[in-house]
């Protein structure tokens, strides 16, 4: 079960501060979820209708502070999110 749990929340936990701890909650949440969605634990239409949309929103925060990249799959993931508003 450890590779559902990536070491990413580990990189995020050590670039954040006690200053904004709910961004690193919502972060490390929204990182389990991508990875339980690849491993089949959460549904396409869950994925498509509520995650997409959380990430866009809370992408330019997670930029902001650098963790968006903690894990290359992941940040790979946000960057296409992103860039389908932007095309």
Known sequence: M???????????????????PMVF??????ILRFFQH?????????????FRIRVKRLAPTWQALNVS????????EIAGILAEDSG
């Open 25 to 30: 909650r919502r972060y490390r949440t929204e």
């Open 69 to 76: 990249g903690a894990r290359r799959t992941f940040g790979a």
């Open 2 to 20: 450890n590779d559902l749990w990536p070491s990413a929340i580990r990189v995020v936990e050590s670039r954040t501060t006690a200053n904004d």
């Open 38 to 50: 690849r491993k089949e634990f959460i549904d396409e239409e869950y994925y498509q209708d509520s």
